[in-house]
């Protein structure tokens, strides 16, 4: 079977002075992991590969380059989903880790759990050995200006984060060689985030879902909207019953009309369509395309 590969690096109001940073970000990922999709790696080594080269790159809001909390710290958030068992790992509001989505890999292979927390999860982190970064490796400059810039601001709220300062959540969705599905997401969430919130991304079914039967998908946007309507599951379910593009179109819509939301998905159903949409100003995202290789852009509502 054909693989399939496609990647987001946010939604929101990306300012046209940061586009070529979110394309290139993007298109390098794809860049870098189709190769080895047509060379045979699954599509959950290759979700897990492209959300890794997003979270080391500084543009986004996930492992380098993420949102500090309330109390100036980078709280982290990861899912890793496999289509072809529903298996999935995930942790939340982890500290100083630079590639989350490697964590929740790891917790994937745990015999009894699969979404863990906070302190729990590092320490089991820690029993294996996972490497733990300085802040230093995940703080940018311009996250500790915009943090200092809003941190006492009574206007600022959470659900219109970006307007002075955006950057975005980043995911991946791939199909391999043998036609299984895989998604995953990574975030360093809100800016100004209570500690402990989490939202959308690490929690199964919301920030991304993958089945074989259906689909699999990424979500971003808004967490606190996205979890109540299980924004990528939805998405899932949709893609049973229609074209991929329409299915993603209407779960936005489901997303805006029953909670107000705002956020975008990107996936790929069973019969291998691309999906794609949001209801944010833009979204940032790049897909394999057959005869242009990779096509990257930043879809403008
Ligand atoms: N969904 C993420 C969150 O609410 C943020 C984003 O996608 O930009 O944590």
Redesign the pocket.
Known sequence: MQPMLIVHG???SIPESLHEAHINGCTDAIQQVYPALQKGISALDAVEEAVCILEEDPTF?AGRGAFLNSEGEIEL?AIICDGKTLNFGAVAAIKNILHPVKAAKLLMNHPEHCFMVGEGAQKFLRTRNFPEVGIEELLTPRELEFYHKIKNDPHFKTRTPFEPNPT??VGAVARDLQGNLAAATS?G??PRKLPGRV???PVIGA?AFADNRTGAVS??????S?MKVLLSKLTCDEFEKKPAMKAAQDAIHILQARVNGL?GVVGINSAGEYAFFHNTEYMAMAYYHEKKKVVALIQSR
């Open positions: 946010g939604a929101w809001d958030d975005g959540t975030t969430g809100t939202g959308d991304s920030g979500a971003t946007g808004y967490g606190e996205i956020g």
